[in-house]
Structure formats: structure tokens, C-alpha cells
């Protein structure tokens, strides 16, 4: 009940949110333009961080639905759990239209299940008396420190702490106004009224219904291991029954699918990022099915990894999440207050976000402290080495545009260019080179490195006949190297001069199969890797074409 009423707080403050910042970025973009930056960036790190665990948590709760209703799965959560993160990647992938329809009849066939469940439980419940849960569930929790015997009321706490992951999708509405139809705001407003509705009406069901039929949280290495869901499912509709499989088919859908907001999210929130210099800026490129592809490859492979290091364990992941959340909503919260206060608008609006800034602050250390030793502190140092990972990028981003700014130049700079062509021998492509070359300057030099002595009278042949007005430079390499003489070639012309500019051909043919390139040495590859290390020096492809080789 105490968590509805958090519930109801959050969802208000967010639908003035929503409204008050249609654009989209949730606590990010509250935070940045009312606390300021370090408060943005906390917020920023702490709501990265919680849409990883959104996919990890999600699909690890799917599996653990899965195994509750067919047991024999047990043993491949883990191959489950990833194959589940590769499934949702390749339907974002696809664009959001594709995967709002996939996800679409598995969302509603939840809601009916639920529901359904919730109210049959209380048909068959009410005027009963609750059953007692089984002494040999509850043995673990005996052990629990004299501490909580002592002050029931932290042994509440402790519970209401484990709950509050319930709320961790009702900031991602705000993060994604602009993806809902015109007008934005108000459908985005819309949609967590219902959403929040739902969420309460589900969540205070459960929670009595757990109480009235005595279900206990299994551990994921108990024997018969069923999730709440399943064993509420077990004790309503009996074990086996079609509405049994029908509500744990429905869970873990939407348990495997809840992982879509974070794959919807965190891509449009890392390129808001990205486009701020704070993440790479790769991260802000559209492809074209108008999705951040690199985004979502990205929180792929954060959550798999994720997964694969806890095994796919709920009970593990969700001491990580609460916490991240929390600190987003406390953040968001206390900059709608400024936003408010700014805006000289006191009354009901400014009232209801500084109560959810309270709330959400005081929920903050809650968890904080009573989650701290079962891995809240993960987060907490996950949440600051973010921070310092967008610094590194942004000073890295803001000493690039000072070094590129164009009040640096007075004038278009003048170039001198020595071109170097390499010819490992004589064809055609090396031929439309020495032409190239010749169009970009005057000093042009041919580089022959001799890796097979016994070919240089032939070459030295063909060279005289094709290539003679071009000065041709024999490089010795006793090792049989090609990268190391060119190089060497490279640095001693450079310092003959310090204003000139080298100038390195590479010739390359252009292959009519795929599997042409099995059977083509890489040398020109390593050459150029090597070279562009450099200073002064371009390195230039000069294409010649094999295609008509079959």
C-alpha cells in the first residue's frame, strides 16, 4: 500500500514532466537545463545503468517464468536468457513499427492474465481466513538479524526496498515522448495514467493475494522452483491447468518484451548524450530504419554480458537496480521544483513535484543503506565511474574542437607534396597510378622493395619500358619485410624537409568475388595502418579493377 502511494506520487510528477518537457530525455533533460551539469550527468549515468538492468532483470524473470512452467529448462537459463536479448535486438533492429506489433498481443494477453488471476483469487478468497505459508519456505528467512526483531520497522523497510523495482518503468514515458503519435505530450500522458493504473491495480493484487494463499519466494536453485506468479497460478486455477499455461506463456512474453523499453530508451537517450560530446558519436547515428543501431548493439552486449555474469538470476540482479532508479526520479523531481520556481508558477504544480522530490529522496536512502551490502554499492561506484567516463569524453570532444576551431587560421595553408607509389611490379593498375600521381605534382618516386631478389632483373625490365620517366627507388630488406623499408623511406624524406607532405599511393584492385580476397596477400592493408600514424604523410587507394577475372 505504501508503495501505491509512492506509485501515485511518481506518476503525477512525471505526467508534469511529460508536459513540461515534450521533447523527450526524462531526468537528463530536467536536470541539465534547471540543476545544472554534474546533476545531469548523475542522472544521465544512473538511468544508462538502470536500462541495462531493465534487459537483464526482464529476461532473467522471463526464464525464470519459463522454468517455472516447463522444469526441464532449468539447466539452460543462461542459453535461454541470451538467445532472448538476441531476439529482441534483431526485432529492434527492424524499427519501432515492426516490434510495437510483435509486442503488442503479448502485452494485452498479460493484463487479462492478471487480472484474471487477481480476481478469481479473490472470488475464491474473500471470507476466508489466509493460509499459512509452508514452515519449510519461510526456514531461510528465520535466520534473519536480531536487528529485525528488534525494529520491526526496518524489517518493513527492507521489504518496501525490495518492492520499489516495481516503478522503474515510469520514467522511461518521459524518456520517450517523441516517440508516441501527435500530440505527443498529451498520448505520452495518457499512456502513464494507464500505465501507473495497471501497475498499482496488478501490484497491490499480487501482493494480496500472496498473502491470502501463502506463497514464499523460491530461491532459483530450489528444488521445484516456481516463480510467485506461477505458485499464485498453481493455487488459483490448480497446477496443470490450461489458464496455469496460459498466465505463465503471457508472463513470459511480457517479461522477455518488458526488456523493449530499454531497447527503445537507451539508444534515444545515448545519442541525446552522444549529441551533448558526452558518449562517442556514433551513438547518435540513425540507420536506415530510423533506429540507433549502435545504441542498441551496445545494450545488447552490456546486458548479455550482464547476464552471463550473474547466470541469469534475478534475486542477484535486482539488489543492482532500485537504487539507479531512484536516483533518477530524486534528480528529475528536484529539477521540475526549480523548473516551478523559475518559471514563478507556485501552487498545486511546484507542490506535487517538491512531495515526489521528497519521496523519491527519502525512498533514495532506503535503499542506499539497507541494499548497500547486497549490491546497491555496484551501482553506486558503476553510477560514478560513468561520470568519469562522460568527462574523459567531453574534455576529449572539447580540446578536438578547439584544436579544429577556425578562428586558428589566417589563411588557407600552402602545400608542397612529394608523391610515393609503391610497385610491388609492373601492371596495368600500377601504370593508371604513376598517371594519378603525376596529376598531383611533380615529384613523384616509384618504391620497389625486394622481398625475392631473383625477380629484380625482370622487373627493372619492365620498369624501363613503362615506367622510366618516373625516378624508381630500390629498397633493400634483408627480413622480407614490406612495412618496415617504406616506413624508414617515409621518415628520412620527411626530414629533408619539415613543410613537405608525403604523399603514399597504394594501388588496389577492385575483385569480381568475394572469395577473390582469400587469395590476395594484405600487405597494402598493414602499410597503410602503419602509416597513418604519421604526420604529414596521405595515404591514397588508387583502384584498378579485376572484375572481369571470373
Known amino acids: 500500500l505504501v508503495l501505491g502511494v509512492l506509485l501515485i506520487v511518481v506518476a503525477t510528477s512525471y505526467y508534469q514532466t511529460i508536459h513540461a518537457y515534450p521533447e523527450g530525455g526524462g531526468s537528463y533533460s530536467v536536470s541539465r537545463e534547471n540543476l545544472g551539469r554534474p546533476w545531469s550527468w548523475i542522472a544521465a549515468a544512473a538511468l544508462l545503468l538502470d536500462y541495462v538492468l531493465t534487459v537483464a532483470v526482464s529476461i532473467a524473470a522471463g526464464t525464470a517464468a519459463l522454468v517455472s512452467m516447463w522444469p526441464a529448462t532449468h539447466d539452460f537459463m543462461v542459453p535461454i ?5 538476441a531476439v529482441l535486438t534483431l526485432a529492434n533492429l527492424r524499427g519501432a513499427r515492426e516490434s510495437g506489433a510483435v509486442f503488442a498481443v503479448p502485452t494485452y494477453a498479460f493484463i487479462v492474465s492478471i487480472l484474471a488471476l487477481i480476481a478469481w483469487g479473490l472470488i475464491q478468497g474473500w471470507g476466508r481466513p489466509p493460509t499459512p505459508p509452508d514452515p519449510d519456505a519461510l526456514a531461510r528467512y528465520q535466520d534473519s538479524p536480531t536487528w529485525y526483531v528488534a525494529l520491526p520497522v526496518l524489517f518493513m523497510l527492507k521489504a518496501f526496498s525490495a518492492s520499489c523495482t516495481a516503478l522503474t518503468g515510469v520514467e522511461a514515458i518521459s524518456n520517450g515522448v517523441q516517440a508516441f503519435r501527435a500530440p505527443e505530450a498529451h498520448n505520452a500522458g495518457r499512456t502513464l495514467i494507464v500505465m501507473a493504473g495497471l501497475l498499482l491495480t496488478m501490484f497491490v493484487g499480487v501482493s494480496w493475494a500472496a498473502v491470502q494463499y501463502g506463497v514464499v519466494p523460491m530461491e532459483q536453485h530450489d528444488p521445484g522452483y516456481q516463480t510467485v506468479i506461477a505458485q499464485l497460478a498453481t493455487q488459483v486455477f490448480g497446477a496443470g491447468s490450461p489458464a496455469f499455461y496460459f498466465i505463465q506463456i503471457a508472463t513470459v512474453s511480457i517479461l522477455f518484451l518488458a526488456a523493449n523499453t530499454a531497447f527503445a530508451d537507451f539508444p534515444r537517450l545515448a545519442g541525446l548524450l552522444a549529441k551533448d560530446g558526452l558518449l562517442p558519436r556514433y551513438l547518435k547515428t540513425v540507420g536506415d530504419r530510423l533506429v540507433f543501431n549502435n545504441g542498441i548493439l551496445l545494450l545488447a ?18 539488489p543492482l537496480y532500485a537504487v539507479g532508479v531512484f536516483t533518477a526520479f530524486t534528480i528529475s523531481q528536484a529539477g521540475m521544483v526549480t523548473y516551478w520556481l523559475r518559471a514563478k508558477t507556485i501552487g498545486w504544480k511546484l507542490i506535487i513535484n517538491l512531495v515526489g522530490a521528497v519521496a523519491t529522496g527519502t525512498v533514495l536512502i532506503v535503499l542506499a543503506v539497507l ?19 562522460f568527462r574523459g569524453i567531453f574534455n576529449y570532444y572539447r580540446r578536438v574542437a578547439e584544436a579544429q576551431s577556425i578562428q586558428r587560421m589566417r589563411e588557407i595553408p600552402k602545400m608542397k607534396t612529394t608523391v610515393l607509389i609503391l610497385v610491388p611490379r609492373v601492371h596495368p593498375g600500377i601504370l593508371s597510378a604513376i598517371g594519378y600521381a603525376q596529376s598531383l605534382t611533380t615529384d613523384v618516386r616509384a618504391l620497389h622493395v625486394i622481398l625475392d631478389s631473383s625477380g629484380l632483373p625482370e622487373f627493372k ?3 624501363n619500358r613503362f615506367g622510366a620517366d618516373v625516378p624508381l627507388v630500390i629498397l633493400e ?4 619485410s614490406l612495412v618496415d623499408p617504406v616506413l624508414d623511406y617515409v621518415d628520412a624524406t620527411l626530414e629533408e624537409d619539415p613543410e613537405l607532405t608525403v604523399t603514399v599511393i597504394v594501388p588496389q584492385p577492385i575483385l569480381g568475388r568475394w572469395w577473390h580476397r582469400l587469395l590476395h596477400d594484405n600487405a597494402a592493408a598493414w602499410l597503410k595502418r602503419a602509416l597513418g600514424s604519421r604526420r604529414r604523410v ?12 571470373a
Open 301 to 318: 552486449l552490456v546486458s548479455a554480458g550482464l547476464l552471463l555474469a550473474f547466470k541469469a538470476d534475478t534475486h542477484s540482479l535486482v
Open 81 to 85: 536468457a541470451i538467445g532472448a536479448v
Open 371 to 389: 541494499k548497500f551490502t547486497e549490491g546497491a554499492w555496484v551501482t553506486i561506484f558503476a553510477v560514478g565511474g560513468v561520470m568519469l567516463v
Open 538 to 549: 596521405m595515404v591514397t587507394n588508387v583502384r584498378y579493377s579485376l572484375e572481369e577475372v
Open 477 to 480: 630488406s634483408p627480413y622480407r
Open 461 to 463: 625490365a619492365a620498369w
